[in-house]
């Protein structure tokens, strides 16, 4: 008896990558407005939240294209971090850290 590989799953199997941004403090709110306001089309999805600097933590996603955000409740333990899931290319992502770096 033959033993085969399972199929590949996930969203390498689909040629795209996942990249994970994550930091505990406060980020630069121009330098978010305008990471959302320039992301190309080839990240297809992301999610996450962020700290802001008056304490407040928002929560932020991009699906079809559409970008919302909601304030989360005050005392929220979630994880501050972004996911995002794009085209398993280099200039992609060549230009998306040096973004997310900016933040800070």
Same mark, same amino acid.
């Given at each position: ?10 969203? #390498? ?17 121009? $330098?978010? /407005?305008?990471?959302? $306001?320039?992301?190309?089309?080839? =990240? ?34 979630? #994880?501050?971090?972004?996911?995002? =899931? ?12 040096? /973004? ?5």
């Amino acid at each position: 008896m033959r033993s085969s590989s399972p199929p590949a799953t996930g969203v #390498e199997s689909l040629g795209l990558k996942t990249l994970s941004w994550q930091h505990p403090g406060a980020v630069n709110v121009a $330098e978010l /407005r305008s990471l959302l $306001e320039d992301m190309p089309r080839q =990240i297809l999805r992301f999610k996450g939240s962020v700290c802001l600097g008056d304490g407040r933590v928002l929560a932020l996603q991009r699906a079809a294209g559409r970008v919302t955000s909601w304030e989360l409740p005050n005392g929220t333990r979630e #994880e501050r971090r972004l996911v995002f =899931i794009g085209d398993d290319t280099p200039p992609l992502w060549e230009w998306l850290t040096p /973004r997310l770096n900016r933040l800070v």
